[in-house]
């Protein structure tokens, strides 16, 4: 039965359930209805019965002493009226033997000594009646045929219609859990299909109720594309990771060949080769914490604000230190707020400024300007370096982009930083673009939401 029941579907479950409660309920009803019209119209019966005894006995009562048993043979109209024509009644003599009968649907019923009997077929009265010097019994007979009939009539009709409500309650519960389960079908395929093919092609469930299936619809959609996004960060940072160390790794490899082979019986081919490797090796370690920084920066939490003016200057009090040529110029409203949490904020503009700096050559001149355009806050950082050509441009937001000329070369880089601060901005509802004039200089600009506050 246990293991029935687990195999049932959960549609099948539901209307089973709901058919035997609506069943259970609709036969207590039935019960309860036909206990009281049974004994409601049995006790009719039983007072029509009454009332023509009692019409009988009132009819002999008033003629009395007046009236002898051969008046009532010869003229048995009145008595005729009162009994129903589906009644019998008799006067049965001290011996029991009819001497007035009216309607023959029934026999004399034997015993005469009770007043009141009920069997399965009648219900039977008798009273000790006088008339004139006549002693005798007063019968009638009140057939209850018609009432059975009528009562298995309503039984068979409650059988019938208890079954059409079962089947009915069956039918429209299937129906009811199979709408309501369509959405939980649609997501289990779906689930399947996950498993089966992973992400691709991900088809979401639609359904637009607010009821507890969309609240879990819901969930289990945002759940997803966390999933789905986790899943493609991992993808890709397994995938640049393997590519982009690659070369790295190679050239440390082959320096430490050429140090195992001659370089260490010749210090110029061992100096040079440790120092590369250590130069790559270092590549490698900050490419490992870029690539960790983009994967982790993609999923930043949302919400804050943050002060353009604040951050700048923590930046450039920063970035002096490092780079004492660098002077930096600020053209910023002090009160101006973005809708960007300060974390993202200082991270963007610092890669800004770090590269304009980096990228400036011995005399940085840095320019960083706000700019109020109703909503939105434009933060430009403009430096005075070599620019960047038009065939470069459109590329320097991809992950690894490094341009390869001869100044670009000595600087360190992993080509990480500007894909890491468009994903932020865009992450922040904002847009960076750049513009560049080769040997005027570079102006990178981000635009954000300003705080409403
Ligand atoms: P990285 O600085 O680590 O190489 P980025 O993604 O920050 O990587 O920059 C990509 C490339 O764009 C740099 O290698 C550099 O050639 C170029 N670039 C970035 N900022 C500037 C700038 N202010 N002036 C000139 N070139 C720049």
Avoid at 301 to 317: K, L, P
Avoid at 393 to 419: C, K, M, N, Q, V
């Amino acid at each position: 039965m246990q293991a029935w029941i687990n195999r049932m579907s959960l549609k099948q479950k539901w209307a089973a359930v709901s058919a035997f409660v609506i069943f259970i309920s609709y036969a207590l009803m039935c019960t309860v209805v036909f206990i009281s019209l049974n004994s409601w119209l049995s006790y009719q019966e039983e007072r029509e019965a009454k009332r023509t005894v009692d019409d009988l006995v009132a009819l002999i009562d008033e003629q009395g002493a007046r009236l002898t048993i051969q008046d009532i043979q010869e003229n048995s109209g009145l008595m005729n009226a009162i009994v129903d024509r589906s009644q019998t009644a008799y006067i049965l003599n001290i011996d029991g033997d009819a001497v007035v009968q009216i309607n023959n649907e029934a026999p004399i019923y034997e015993d005469t000594q009770r007043t009141f009997i009920e069997t399965n077929e009648a219900v039977i009265f008798n009273r000790p009646i006088q008339i004139g010097p006549f002693l005798g019994i007063l019968q009638v007979l009140h057939p209850l045929h018609a009432f059975q009939q009528l009562m298995q009539y309503i039984l068979i009709a409650m059988v019938i219609a208890g079954f059409a409500a079962l089947l009915l309650s069956a039918l429209i519960g299937y129906q009811l859990a199979q709408y309501l389960m369509k959405p939980i079908t649609a997501l289990s395929a779906e689930m399947m299909d996950i498993k089966e093919n992973g992400f691709i092609g991900r088809a979401n469930v639609v359904y637009t109720a607010d009821d507890e299936i969309g609240k879990l619809l819901h969930v289990y959609d945002a759940m997803m594309k966390q999933l789905e996004t986790s899943f493609e960060q991992q993808q890709r940072f397994v995938s640049d990771a393997s590519h982009e160390l690659r070369t790295p790794l190679q050239a440390v490899e082959g320096h430490l060949a050429l140090i195992q082979r001659w370089g260490k019986h010749d210090e110029a081919v061992l100096d040079e080769s440790i120092a590369t490797s250590l130069m790559e090796t270092r590549r490698m370690k900050k490419m490992v914490e870029e690539l960790l920084a983009l994967a982790r920066r993609e999923q930043v939490d949302e919400g804050g604000v943050a002060n353009v003016y604040e951050t700048v200057t923590q930046i450039t009090q920063n970035l002096t230190a490092l780079y004492p040529n660098a002077q930096f110029h600020m053209d910023c409203d002090p009160q101006v707020e973005v809708a960007v949490p300060e974390n993202a904020l200082h991270h963007i503009l610092k890669n800004m400024l770090e590269n304009a700096v980096k990228y400036s050559g011995q005399e940085p001149h840095i320019h960083v300007r706000t700019k109020i355009e109703e909503n939105r806050c434009k933060i430009e950082v403009e430096d005075n370096g070599p620019g960047i050509s038009d065939a470069h441009l459109p590329h320097i937001f991809e992950r690894f982009y490094r341009i390869d000329d001869a100044r670009s070369r000595d600087i360190e880089g992993t080509g990480l930083g500007l894909a890491i601060v468009k994903t932020m901005v865009e992450k922040h509802n904002g847009v960076i673009f750049v513009k560049s004039i080769l040997g005027v200089g570079t102006v990178f600009i981000v635009e954000f939401d300003k705080n409403k506050a």
